[in-house]
Every structure is written in C-alpha cells, then in structure tokens.
C-alpha cells in the first residue's frame, strides 16, 4: 500500500475476490468500509501490445502524504516500464532517489513525502515488443500548512488568567477558537485569554485555521487544578411562624471537595442552639459537589437570625448569609470582642432575632447620636461598616432592636483595632555567576510586635540540600548563599506575620551557567542523493546561540588560524532549499527549570546530498558565559554508479528494417565504473559481427555505444545499459522499434450493416501508427449516378479488451458511413504507414438495409368528383429516393378552415369525418378516391410513400373542395314569440354563406310539447314553408300551448339540418263552453247545479260564473262566483253548487260560463228547476263516457238527493272496486277488462234514479318491429309500421342501438324484460315518424337495435332486438416480405400495409422467439412497429392483430434478425391458419379469446356441427317425401316468400366451404338437434369472443327444411368451392323465427332481417359473395320448384338468396 493505493504485483488467479478498504478518523477513531471491488484475473493474451489500465488524469495530493501513481498493463510478453517528467515543456526520465522509487518495476511511481516539486506532469510509457501504451499525469502537490497552540496544557487555579496563543504556518490562514466543539463568539485571532477562571471554563480548546477550502486545527486543554470552593445553590431569606420546620439548602463545588458548616449570626450553631434542635446532612459527588442541607424542627423566636453557608477547603473560602425570621419579640444574643486590622474594611452584624422589626441602630459609646447611613464609620441594616478601620475606631459599641409594638432589645459589643506588619523591599543582583557568593536581608519598617520570619523558594520552603543559611534577629531575617550553582536560581519569598496579619515579598535570583554539550556533532559519510543531517545542541544560562560555518578554500600556510569560514546554509537559500538550517528548540531561551538551564540547538540538513555538500564544517555554541563551544566535522558524499541526463542519450530508437542504429549511453559515479548491454534481460553476444560494443571515458564518467548494423524485426524491443561500482549499480532503459510496412489485412467480414453504413472486421498484426483505408465500389448503380469506387479512411472502434484470432493477429474493426440504402457494393481493405502500404484485400460483397423513402410523391392533384368524395392522383417519387421497394402509398387527409364545435351528434346528419390515412398498395398506384367526407368542405391531401423499413417525407400539401349539397349549417339566433292566442311569429338569421348553393327558401318544424310519465317532448310535428326570408308566422295553433320550434335551410338539393329548437307558448284564450248540466231541487228554498268543465279550456280555469234567473222573466238575473277546482284528481272535473234562498215552486233557469285570465267564455245551454221539497230520489252526478289509463285508479261519483233512507246500487261491479258511504264507486286498478257501462242506482221510498257511465280503457302502445331499410358506411337507416296506438295516439318513438355480438353484451331475451345494455345510446323521434337514421357509427360493425313506441299512457315494451352491420370488411394481412424490415438487433413492422375498406383503429402486436417462450407485447404509433435489442441471426414470431370496428384481423409471422455480420437467414414468412391456432398459448387466454373468434378456437368442433346439421336435413327431407307433392302444388311465388335466412360460410382449416350451386334445403330455426363435449357445459349465450372462453360448451341447433323435390336427391352433388379468404357477412330478411334470440347465440351466425327486396343494400361492398355476385362464388337459391320447370334466371336469385350455407360458430 501507498496512500490510498491498492497495488498487487504478480497477479494470478489466486489473487480473485472482492476487495474492501478501511478508513480511520484520526480524531474520532470512527472506522468506515468501503463497498468491496471485484479483483477478476483472466488468462493471458499472448503476443499483444500492452494495454494500459485507466488512471486518473489528475492526482491532488497533500504536501507529506505518500502516494503512488499507478501505471499497470496488462497482455504478453510483460512490459517495461519508463517515467517522464516534464520540464521546461522537455520530458526527462526519472530515475529513482531517496524519495522517488518504482514499484515492480516501474508499474507504480510511488513517492514517500510529497513536496511542491513533485507536482507537474508525469508520463508512463509501457512497451513490449509487439508495442508501447502511454498515460499522462498530472500531479497537484497542496502544500499543508501546521497549526499549534502553546501552551497544549495548562493547570490553572481558580480566579487566574490564561492565554492561549495559536499560530500557523501559513500567515494568510484565519484564525477562530472553539470551546468542546462549540465555536466561540468573537473569539478570533492568535491569543485566547480567559479571565477570572472557573469551573465552566475548563475543557478542550481548539484553534481552527483556515485558508481557502482547507482547515487544520490544534488543541489545548485547560484544567482546573486545586481551586477553591464556588456556591452553586444558597437558600434566600424568609420568615416563618413559631412552631414550625425549616430546611436550608446550600451546593458547593470545588477541588479538592469543600467542607460546609453553618454559622448563626457569625458564629457556630453549637453556640447558640441545642443539638437536638437542629440536624445537617451532606451529600457528596464525584464532581466535587457538596450539598449540605439545615433542617430546624419547632424553630422559636430565638432561631431566627443571620444564617450563613461556610465553604472551604486549603485554597480558599466562600460563604453565603441570609435572615431566617420567626414571629416573636426582639433579642439580641451574647456578642463576643471583634479584633480588626487596621487599614482594612470591617462590617460586624447585629445578632437579633424576632419578627418582625421596625429599626435596628448602633451606638458609639459616648456618641450623642446613632451611626448614621453615609460616611467612613456607617450603620445600615444591622450592620455596622468601618471602611477602612482606623486605630481610632477601637472602642464599645451599641446595637439596638426595636419591634412595633413592645420594648426595644439592646446588646454592647467590644472593637479592638491592630496593626500589620510592612516589608522593606530587597532584590539580588543580576551579574551572579556559579562560585560566587551572596546575601539578602529582610526587614520590617512598621507592624505591632511579635513579628515572626519565613522564606520559600519558588512557593515552597527552601530546600535543606542547598546548603542556604538563614540568621533572623526581632526586626529582620538574612538569607546567605556561600557558593552559588546553577540550582540556585528561583524565585524567594520573605513571609513575615504578626498576630495582626501576614505579608510576602518576592526576590528572583539568577545564576548565569556557561555552555556544553547535549549532542555533539559527528563526522558524517552519505551517498549522493541520500538525505544530509547535522544536528549541534548545547546547554547553559543565557540560552547559548548555536552556529554552523563551513570552511572556504585553504589555509595560509604558516599562518594560525587563517581559514575562511562562512555562515553554513546562506549559500544554499536560493538554491532551491536543498540545504538549510532547521530550528527546532534553536535560539529559543528558556528558563531554568529546577536547575536545569535552557537548551540551544542547530542543524543543516539536506534533503538530497551533492557533491557541492562534501567539506568542512564548525559549530559554535556562546551564551557570553566563558568561552565558547567549538567542533568540527568533515562531510564526504560518495557517487554510486548512475547515468545522466545527457542530450545525447536517445531512450527510443526508430530504424527501418536492414538499416543500422547505435544506442549510447553515459554512466557516471566514483571509479572504476565497469558498462555493459542486455537486450530483452539477457547479455548481448560480443562475438557476433552484428554487435559492435565501444566505450570512451570523459571528465564526466564512461560513454559506451552499442551499433547493431541491419536491424531485423526480432531486434526490436528493450535494451538495457548497466553501470556498476563500489557504491551502486544502475541501469539506462532504451528501447528500439524495427518498422517495416504492414501486412496485408486478413480474414474480412461484414461485422454489422445498417441503411447508410456498414461495419467491417479483419485481422491485422498488431502495428504502431498504422493507418487502413477501404475501396468501395457500388456494383448496381442507378442510371442517373456514376459507377466509381471511393477512398474512405477508417477510424478504428475502440474497444476495451484487444481481441486476436488464433494466428495472434489483431482482430480490428471499422464503421465505414456514406453508403445508399439498400445497394450492392465490393470492398478491399488496405494498411498504410510511414513505411509504406500493403496489398489490398479480399473482396467483400455486402447490401446495405433498407431506409423510409426520403423523397415523396410528385405531382399530387386533387380534385372533387361528388359531394363527399375526391379524386387523388400522383406520380411516384424519383428512384434514387426509394431506399428499397416501394409498397404503396399512405394519403393522410384533414379539413381545413373548421373549427370543432360538438361532438358528433347521435342520431343526426354525417357530417363526415375530419381527417384520416388512407393507403394505396404498390409503387405503381397512382390514384385513389377519398370518400366519406363533408360537402363543400375544403381539405389539404398530401401523400407518402412507404416501404417495408416505414413511411417517407409527405409530398406537398394539395387543396381541393367538395362539390355542394344541402346546407350543412343551420339558421342561427331562432327566435318566437306569441301573437295571440293561436299564432307565432319566428325570427331568425340565414346560416353562414360558407356553401355555393342558394337558400331558396326555409322549412319550419313545430310542435306541441307533451310531458308525461314515460314522454316529454314534441308530439305531432308539423311543417310549414316560409320564403328566403327571415321571418313567418305559424297559424292555426291551440291556445295555451307550449310548442317546439326548428328552422331548416332548403336549397334545390333539399333541406339542411334543423336549428336547435325554441320553446314558445301561445297566449291564453275565453275557454268553450261547458257540456253537461244539470239542475235538481234539493230543498223547498235551494236548487242544485251540476256541470263537467268545458273540453277547450283555452288556459288556466279561473272560475266559473253561475247564472240564475226565473223562468219567463225578461232580465233580471243573478250571477254567482264558484272558483275553479283542481281536476287533476281522479274523476274531479265535475262540479256542483247549491243555491239557497229560493221561492219555493218557482221555477228558475241556470246556465254557467267557464273563466280564464283571457275572459269569459260563451255561456252553456240554460237548465231550469223549481224548488220543492224533494222527496224521491234523484242523482245529481252526470252520466257521461269516462277514459282511463290502464292500470290507474278511478272514482265514479254517483251524488243523490232526495228523502233518506236512500239506497245505492252500481253494475256491474269489476274486481277490485270499493262502493264509499257516499255512492262513489272506486276502481283501484283500471283492466282493459274494465271498458263496461256502469249503473248507478239510487232509491228511497218516494221513488228511484239511475246515472250510466261509460268507461274507456286505454293502455301504451305495441312494441314496434324495427327492420334496416339501408346500411352505409357510418349510419344505418331503420324503418318500421306504427304500432297499434292502445287507444291514444303514438307520441314518439325511443330508438335505442349498441355494438352487438361482444362479450357480455345481454340478448334479445334480457331486452324483452326492459334490460338495455349499459353502454347504449338512444335517440327520440316524433311518433309521425315511420324511420330514423343511425349515424357516427363504426364502420363494418355489428349493431343491436331496439325501440319502444310511447302514448299518453306510457311506453310499449322494447322490440326484439335486431342484429344489423354497416358496410365494411376487417382489415388485411399482408405477406411477411412486404411489411417486415430487419437488421442484426431489430425487426419492424410497416402496419401501413395493411388493406381493408374499414379504417385500423389500432393494432396489437406481440413478439418471442420462434424456439417457445412468453409473448413481449410491441409499441406502435399506428404506422410502424419496432421490436429492438434481439439477438442477431435468431428467428421471432410476431404476432399482429388488427382492430377494426369490422372485427379484429390476426396474422402471425416469422422473421429473423440478420448475424453480427450482416447475413440474412431468412426471408420474413407468414405462417398458416393451423400455426396461428397454436400460437394462442395458455398464458395469453384473453389474447387469445379475442384474436380466433369465429374459427380458430372451435374451428374443429363447428366443422363437426355443420356436418351434423346436414345429416339432420337430410333425415328431415326424407321424412317429407310424402308431402313433397303438396308443396310442389304451391305456387312458386310462395315459396319465394319463405322465411330465408343466411350465414356466414363454415370455416375449416383457413379455407370456406360453399354449398354447390343449385337448391339446397335452408336450415331453419325449427329443428333442433344438440352438441355437447365433456361432462361441463356452458350457456352458449355467454359470447365466443369472451376472454378465457376456452372451456367446454354444449349448443344446440335448431334446423327447418324447405320443401324440395326428392329427385334432387339422387343426383351426387358437385364439388363445392374452397375460397381461402372469406370477408362476407351474412343477411337474411325478415321471419318469425327466434334465431336471432336463440340460447345458442354463441353458435349461430350474425344475421340481418332484411326484407328481400334490399337485401343487397345490408352487404358490404366488395364482399365475397355479395348478392351481385353470387354467380361466381357459387351461390344457391332457397325456394323449391318443380325438377321440371326451367332454371331460374341469374338475376331471379339474386333478389333473395345468398351464396352461403349457414355457419354455426
């Protein structure tokens, strides 16, 4: 290991495996694992040029580190190794020093101390003899920069200060300080200095230094030494009530751990309370802390008092006070004499107690008045201060306490003031050296007497073994020294106390010590380059000055001390720093250190020694101290054997092949020096004529040339210069190549080929600076081009393993680009270098793929041959454009100038489609009609030819428009607004004139709106037409009326659509007159009036006005207001109101007049009655004809007058009735058996009455029979008979229609109990309506259709539901060739190609190769097809489906990929209908069940049916042999007019049985027989198509036989045709038969119930077997006729047959 390097040499196999690296955090210790890297040995490949494994380009390293930089190749023979360093833009070979050595051989430059020269650029050059490899390096050396901080550890008391000082090798580094990881604040620069020390300031201090990107630190510790106590916790004062506890609470902390006592007032507790009284418990902690803890129990007045917390321990005190105060009267304890000292402040507190106090005051003995607040002697708060104390002060004093109520407490206390001690100041002298003798004195000038004298010595008391004598005498001490030494030197301390205080004085003494010797230099001996130190350290007192000088040229002879010395390392300062002075603890005093003097040091150090260090060197050490220090030493450098950088010395030699070259080489070092060559390791032979070895000895050292006279290929290679001596031995590496031109290339193939290049491999010996070109020339060139071979220089791919064939060679490859798609060339491969050229090669014959077109139609025309069709024409694009065949052309189409409004309306007109593709199969098609568009539209037209590789540019963009019809818009801003009572006036805007046609005029559409349960909407709808103008009045409507109106635009080609219609209500009218009235006495002074309400209200009934009159009086009359009743109730539109206050037995006339809002209507005919006293009975209610919905709910009212008890009888009486108290007769559910006359009877004893009702029934209408009157592309236009009305009239028709025949989907069975499918839609037209047109529909796809006709009643129930398909066929396949492009990793599919009427909507494709495996589904844009990254030269199967509304088209082809080389295998094939069946494998059921519907799946079992079916015909016609003349009675006719129904062929095996041509006997729905396969069946209504369908199914078919001559039996029937690729739909006309909602819907065809005569309006055109052409595919007819009646004509059977048997699936 080097640095961060890894390097293994010798690898073999052995060496495998996954390695990992640790790394170390040097502060944390934190060890991290890299993720492991894969060492993977692999064999040898023999005779190759080296390989050079990828380095870093650049390598930044910090100053000092070790590193390595790798220079590792790898194939055989192993190679040799050459380091170049560049200088002054010159690259020099490195040799190997001190510091610089190689690793295995030079595949590593490792270096053990980085320094600013290694940085630069560094090259590798590895070669063997079959080439070199180079890397370049370029190596950043960060130069590092040292951070320290002094003092690194520093034991401080308590209360110090402390400076920490950083500083950094680098001047420009910012400096910031950090506490335990925390930064400080503001704290920056080089000193640190923390003041008042505590306990928070202990801990780890670093100094952070940064300069740029890169930070160093250093670190110091500060611990807190023996320090004294610091209260962490105190207790605060508070007052209590006698009687009960209190606890006080105190923390200390210190080191060493503080004692804690408690004081009262000054003194111990002992002193003033009783130890059962109080109790102290303390905890200690490892920390130092003490928590001592006061409890007094049942405290009293006389414990209150000034409490104090005492901590100490040998370095210092603390203490904290508070009051505790107890409720009581004042008292003052004992106080004892107070001595101060005088100078110093003395404060003495007052020790009372009691709570609570209103003054406390104190009292000089003598004084007139108490210590004021303010002054040198003051009192405040119970305490006295004398700041300072003067001896004056001494005396008795006073203390006072007084309570707010009760008497005062006072207490005397005694003040003694003394003086301390004063020290004369002393010192020693300065110019004390060893032997000499001293004494010092010390001496008091004041203080109160005794006096007592101590000395120390640097803080402690002076050591005996100094041999220090002391004389003290009462006023001073004398300290004498009798010879000093250097141990003496210190710092002593005179202590002088008296019973006042004590005071120091301190003194330094310092004995300068002469110089010597801690390491004396010594004579030194290195090898050049070798590192060079000379280290001189010397000792005494000052700190000795340490010098080297080194000796200039010789003596004086004669002369003493005549050489000429110069200070050693100022001449080597600008030499690059190859030798200078270090410091170290040089010229950095000290001081003496328990008697030790300073050391001084020096030394001169070279990194790497020249011969210009060899010589004399002196060092001096001198303090002033005595003489001084001198030795000298002799340096000598030795010089191994080496080599140098001469500039005639060549490391790489070039020679052509049978010329000469001399290799040369210098070697220099001490003698004798002995030279000689090695070529490939081993020693050259001198006694061959080919060598010739020569050697000249120079100033410099021994020159030796080696001359070889013809080089030969086998003397390329390394050759190796070796010197030797006593010192050293080294080696000068050269390295010779023998070049030659290149061989001719080898083995050519074709690696790869695409639409415009191609990839070539060969086989080459490896070469330096050899170049290839390739001669290409096309072998089928188009007409117009030039038939040329063309020079292309190749460029090698690159690759990162070198591969070789088994001859050794170089297998080499090229990409060569500029080809044209799908062209035949030749090409040769040639090899070039310097030297010369070789033959060409091989000839290799390759076809490029084939490319989309890049040129596009020509001559694209446009023009309009119907209102929705165009004409599209074009010529096809220039051949060299092609890039392979054509297969036809893609027409993409849209509208132009057409903003969308809506989606397409259901059920409305077509207004064709917006944009869509059409294809044209074949390079020769050349026109195409465009249908389904929109009238007089204008649409761009631009075409595309495409081939099997896609679709080329589109062709520039062709206009054309439609020709016109009908107006396609229609009126906008339709207004209305009510005239009167029975007319409308319509306003509105002509549509935009977009069209050519001219408005010749407008249709107007209204309506009166009916809303009820099952029908809202417009009923009846009438026309009216208005001229070109943009308004009209509609006449003749009813009143009170809200009517739908809509205008249509007309031209000569008919009427446009409607506009959206507006709702308009006409204006109320007087209402008619009332029918029916009746008048009955009902009392001597009333008379009874009954009516029914008029049947032409005109609006809303306001009231009724009732007249009354006598009879035979002119005038007169009387009028009465009777407000209308709401009739919507049942049976409520008859009215009754009684007159009073009549004259009996006058006779009076009553007649009524209805009222709406417009008015009174005419009155109704007059009634006359007279009033009497009624006594017979009589029915006031009005017989009449009553209409009732089926299924509602009826009241008869049958009201009588007349003498009670009066009797009811009704008759008949249906089945759910009740007959009320009042005679009403209630029908709760109206029957159509309801429609009766019923009698009401009324009888008393006077006489009797009867009222006859008629009831009409009415109910919805019958289910209409849909049927297809015309099948488009996008629409289907239905018709159908009105229904029977039930009764009322038809109000409309709702139409609803789905995709039929897919999975899920419900039968006809399922609709007849109202179940519509869920993704129907549905469309309401009038109920004058007799068809409707279905539009927006898919092309060529089934429908179910189904209608309900609507009254006022309700709804009729939903038709059958009846199966009908647009025009169109699916889509076709077509063969593998034409739409299927490879190359070597990728097939694509051009979907283009695919025909059909009906449009693709998208198509699914699948992809997995042709050996088995899972189905990948494929991506496609709808045109192309691409399935890439596959294996090259392997065969796929590809899987298409084609989803059209038509139904979905399968294909399954099988193509293969071209190999590596670009050879085909095979061209693309599609694969039968037996190979397609097989292709639907377990895991892709769904696929499957949707890709085989009608054929795959059960193509087997449905061939099996119809055989069966025709064995059940055959039975059945023979059964009706005897009735065979019966029906040969029948007119022909009526056999035409049977029931005919039509299929699709049967399927087998991909091809179509059709029935001969000729009278068979149709299969009807009649017969049955049944299919059944295992013990499981299913319904076969469940649908072929549905996913995972493939179970068992049992089906059953129901089969009828036509009439037919049992001579046609005789004869063999002819052979039927076989048509391989049926499209036809089958269609039948209308029957009663239940095929079309049989059970076995699965396994019946689709059909259509057309009536004969359209049948050829359902079949889609250009179908197999259309009614057109039934004379070619074999068609049959289905009536029976006479063997002896002529055939019938052609065009006879086309009006009704069909040209297939039926199809069971």
């Not at 380091?83 to 001190?98: A, H, I």
Request: glycine fraction near 8%.
């Amino acid at each position: 290991m080097a640095g961060s390097a890894l390097l293994v040499r010798d690898v073999s196999p052995a060496d495998a495996g996954a390695y990992s690296c640790l790394a170390r955090h040097s502060l944390t210790a934190l060890t991290k694992r890299s993720r492991p890297a894969h060492l993977n040995v692999l064999p040898s490949s023999p005779t190759s040029a080296p390989r050079l494994v990828a380095t870093e380009p650049e390598v930044s390293v910090p100053a000092g580190a070790s590193f390595c930089l790798p220079c590792v190749a790898s194939e055989y023979p192993p190679p040799q190794y050459t380091w170049y360093r560049e200088k002054n833009g010159r690259l020099q070979p490195v040799e190997p020093t001190s510091s610089i050595w190689l690793w295995a051989g030079g595949a590593a430059l490792c270096f053990t101390r980085a320094s600013r020269e290694g940085s630069g650029a560094w090259l590798c050059k590895a070669y063997n003899v079959f080439g070199d490899a180079t890397a370049q390096m370029r190596v950043d050396v960060q130069e590092s920069f040292t951070v320290t901080v002094n003092p690194p550890v520093v034991v401080a008391e308590a209360g110090s200060t402390v400076r920490l000082n950083c500083s950094a090798s680098d001047p420009e580094a910012s400096l910031r300080w950090a506490h335990d990881g925390s930064v400080l604040a503001g704290a920056a620069g080089a000193a640190l200095v923390l003041r008042g020390l505590t306990r928070a300031h202990a801990g780890l201090y670093q100094c952070l230094a940064r300069r740029g990107t890169r930070t160093e630190q250093a670190a110091a510790e500060i611990r807190l030494g023996d320090s004294p106590p610091e209260l962490q916790y105190t207790f605060i004062e508070q007052a209590l009530r006698a009687g009960g506890s209190v606890a006080l609470r105190c923390i200390a902390a210190a080191s060493p751990a503080p004692r804690i006592t408690w004081l009262l007032d000054g003194q111990p507790l002992d002193h003033y309370l009783a130890h059962h009284r109080y109790s102290i418990s303390e905890e200690a902690s490892v920390q130092g802390e003490v928590v001592s803890i006061l409890n007094l129990t049942s405290a009293t007045a006389a414990d209150g008092g000034r409490y104090t917390c005492h901590a100490s321990n040998p370095l210092g005190a603390v203490e904290h006070s508070a009051r505790l105060n107890i409720y009581g009267p004042p008292s003052i304890r004992p106080m004892s004499t107070v001595r101060a000292v005088a100078g110093e402040n003395l404060t003495l507190h007052c020790p009372y107690a009691g709570y609570p106090i209103s003054s406390v005051s104190w009292w000089r003995r003598g004084a007139a008045a108490a210590l004021g607040g303010a002054g040198r002697a003051s009192a405040r708060g119970g305490a006295v201060r004398l700041a300072p104390a003067l001896p004056h002060d001494a005396g008795h004093y006073a203390c006072s306490v007084s309570a707010p109520a009760g008497p005062a407490a006072t207490r005397d206390v005694e003040i003694q003031v003394r003086n301390p001690p004063k020290i004369s100041p002393f010192m020693f002298s300065s110019e004390l050296t060893e032997g000499s003798s001293v004494q010092v004195l010390c001496g008091v000038s004041s203080g109160d007497k005794p006096v007592y004298f101590a000395w120390l010595k640097d803080g402690s008391p002076v050591p005996p073994n100094l041999q220090i004598e002391e004389k003290s005498l009462n006023e001073f001490s004398l300290l004498m020294f009798p010879e000093l030494s250097a141990r003496h030197s210190g710092a002593y301390t005179c202590r002088v106390s008296n019973h006042a205080a004590t005071v120091n004085y301190t003194a330094t003494l310092s004995v300068k010590v002469a110089p010597t010797w801690i390491t004396e230099p010594l004579d030194s001996a290195v090898l050049l380059g070798a590192p060079l130190l000379l280290e001189c350290i010397a000792k005494g007192y000052p700190t000795p000055v340490v010098t080297w000088y080194r000796r200039i040229g010789d003596g004086i002879n004669g002369i003493e001390n005549s050489d000429r010395w110069e200070v050693a390392g100022s001449e080597w300062g600008a030499d690059g720093d190859q030798f200078k002075p270090t410091s170290g603890l040089a010229n950095i005093p000290r001081e003496v250190s328990n008697g030790r003097a300073a050391m001084g040091s020096s030394a001169i150090a070279a990194r790497s020694a020249a011969r210009s260090h060899q010589g004399l060197y002196r060092c001096t050490a001198d303090n002033g101290v005595g003489p001084p220090l001198v030795k000298h030493v002799n340096v000598t450098i030795h010089e191994p054997a080496h080599f140098g950088l001469s500039s005639e010395t060549v490391r790489n030699m070039t020679s052509v092949r049978g010329r000469s070259v001399v290799l040369t080489c210098l070697a220099l070092g001490d003698s004798p020096l002995v030279v000689h060559w090695t070529h490939r390791g081993n020693k050259l032979d001198l006694d061959s004529y080919r060598w010739t070895i020569s050697e000249v000895r120079t100033s410099e050292g021994v020159r030796s040339s080696l001359q070889l006279r013809a080089a030969e290929r086998h003397d390329a290679g390394e050759y190796r210069c070796h010197a030797r001596n006593q010192y050293g031995r080294s080696d000068l590496l050269m390295f010779l190549h023998v070049e030659e031109p290149p061989e001719v290339p080898r083995s050519l193939q074709l690696w790869g080929a695409g639409s415009r290049w191609v990839r070539v491999r060969w086989a080459a010996r490896p070469a330096p600076r050899t170049h290839f070109a390739a001669l290409c020339t096309p072998l089928h060139a188009l007409p117009a081009s030039e038939h040329n071979t063309h020079h292309y220089n190749l460029t090698l791919d690159s690759m990162e393993n070198e591969r070789f064939d088994e001859e050794g060679l170089n297998l080499l490859s090229a990409r060569l680009e500029g080809l044209r798609p799908a062209a035949a060339y030749s090409l040769r491969i040639v090899a070039t270098n310097h030297v010369g050229q070789s033959p060409h090669s091989d000839a290799l014959l390759f076809t490029t793929l084939e490319e989309a077109p890049t040129v596009s139609p020509q001559n694209i025309r446009v023009r309009p041959i119907n209102t929705g069709e165009l004409h599209v024409s074009w010529s096809a694009p220039a051949q060299d454009g092609w890039n392979g065949e054509l297969l036809g052309y893609a027409l993409s189409w849209r509208e132009v100038g057409r903003v969308e409004e809506e989606s397409e309306y259901e059920g409305g007109r077509d207004d064709g489609a917006r944009a869509g593709t059409a294809v044209a199969r074949g390079w020769s098609s050349a026109e195409l009609t465009l249908g389904g568009l929109r009238q007089f539209a204008r649409y761009a037209v631009s075409a595309r030819a495409f081939n099997r590789a896609g679709p080329g540019p589109a062709s520039s963009v062709a206009y054309a428009t439609t020709a016109d019809g009908v107006p396609e818009e229609p009126p906008s801003s339709v207004t209305c607004e009510a005239l009167s009572a029975r007319s409308l006036r319509v306003r509105w805007l002509p549509p935009p004139q977009a069209h050519a046609q001219t408005i010749r005029g407008y249709d107007l559409h209204y309506a009166p709106l009916h809303f009820s349960q099952t029908w809202s909407g417009a009923v009846g709808s009438e026309a009216a037409r208005a001229a070109a103008v943009g308004e009209a009045v509609l006449q003749g409507l009813r009143a009170a009326t809200n009517y739908s109106v809509s205008v249509r635009a007309r031209s000569d080609r008919g009427a446009g659509p409607p506009s959206p219609p507006v709702h308009c209500l006409t204006r109320e009218d007087v209402p008619s007159a009332p029918e029916l009235i009746r008048a009955l006495p009902a009392g001597p002074d009333a008379v009874r009036v009954s009516w029914i309400a008029p049947a032409e209200r005109g609006g809303q009934l306001t009231h009724y006005t009732l007249y009354t009159r006598e009879l035979g009086k002119v005038g007169g009359e009387w009028s009465q207001r009777v407000e209308a009743i709401d009739d919507s109730a049942e049976g409520e539109n008859e009215i009754w109101h009684e007159l009073r206050g009549l004259r009996e037995r006058a006779v009076y006339e009553f007649w009524i007049r209805a009222s709406t809002a417009a008015g009174a209507g005419p009155p109704s005919r007059a009634v006359s009655a007279a009033p009497t006293q009624l006594m017979s009975a009589r029915i006031s209610s009005l017989g009449r004809l009553v209409t009732a919905a089926i299924g509602s709910r009826l009241r008869l009212r049958c009201s009588a007058l007349g003498v009670p008890p009066i009797t009811r009888r009704w008759t008949p009486l249906p089945h759910a009735h009740t007959v009320t108290d009042t005679g009403d007769l209630i029908i709760h559910k109206v029957e159509q058996l309801s429609a009766l006359n019923y009698s009401c009877s009324v009888r008393n004893a006077a006489g009797g009455d009867t009222a006859v009702f008629a009831l009409r029934v009415i109910r919805p209408p019958a289910a209409p029979a849909p049927r297809l009157s015309r099948a488009d592309t996008h629409a289907l236009h239905l018709a159908w008979d009105p229904p029977h009305d039930g009764g009322a009239p038809v109000l409309g028709y709702t139409v609803w229609w789905w995709r039929g025949w897919e999975s899920g989907e419900p039968r006809s069975e399922s609709l007849l109990n109202g179940n519509i499918a869920a993704s129907a839609r549905w469309w309401r037209v009038g109920g004058e309506a007799r068809g409707a047109a279905l539009r927006g529909l898919a092309c060529g796809a089934p429908y179910r259709v189904a209608m309900r006709a609507h009254n006022a009643v309700g709804a009729s129930p939903h038709s059958r539901a009846v199966t009908l398909r647009t025009r169109g066929d699916k889509a076709k396949a077509p063969v593998g060739k034409e739409c299927i492009w490879s190359n070597s990793t990728a097939l694509r599919i051009a979907l283009l190609a695919w025909g059909g009427r009906c449009a693709v909507a998208r198509f699914t494709l699948a992809l997995r190769p042709a050996s088995g495996g899972a189905w990948s589904d494929l991506p496609t844009d709808g045109e192309i097809a691409e399935a890439s990254n596959l294996e090259p030269g392997t065969w796929y199967e590809i899987r298409v489906l084609a989803h059209s509304p038509a139904g979905d088209t399968p294909a399954l082809y099988k193509a293969a990929t071209h190999t590596m080389n670009g050879e085909r295998i095979g061209e693309p094939i599609e694969l039968p209908l037996e190979a397609r069946m097989s292709a639907a494998d377990a895991d892709d059921v769904a696929v499957a069940g949707s890709w085989w519907v009608g054929g795959a799946g059960a193509a087997a079992a449905l061939l099996g049916v119809a055989l069966s079916a025709l064995l059940v015909a055959a039975t059945l016609l023979a059964c009706r042999r005897r009735a065979g003349r019966a029906h040969r009675a029948h007119p022909p006719h009526e056999a035409h007019n049977q029931p005919l129904y039509v299929a699709q062929p049967t399927h087998a095996n991909g091809k179509t049985i059709t029935p001969p041509d000729g009278d068979l006997h149709e299969i009807s729905p009649y017969a049955t027989f049944s299919m059944s396969s295992g013990a499981t069946s299913r319904e076969c209504g469940a649908g072929a198509g549905a996913a995972g369908d493939a179970g068992v199914r049992s089906c059953a078919l129901h089969l009828r036989s036509f009439t037919r001559d049992p001579l046609e039996l005789a004869a063999p029937p002819p052979r039927p045709h076989l048509l391989a690729h049926p499209n036809d739909y089958g269609s039948a006309r209308d029957s009663d038969s239940e095929s079309s909602g049989s059970p076995c819907a699965a396994c019946a065809a689709e059909l259509y119930r057309l009536p004969a005569a359209r049948l050829s309006d359902t079949l889609p055109a250009g179908s197999v077997g259309a009614a057109e052409s039934s004379t070619e595919d074999g068609s049959y007819g289905g009536a029976a006729r006479p063997r002896e009646s002529q055939p019938r004509p052609r065009a006879r059977r086309r009006e009704h047959a069909r040209p297939h048997q039926p199809t069971v699936r």
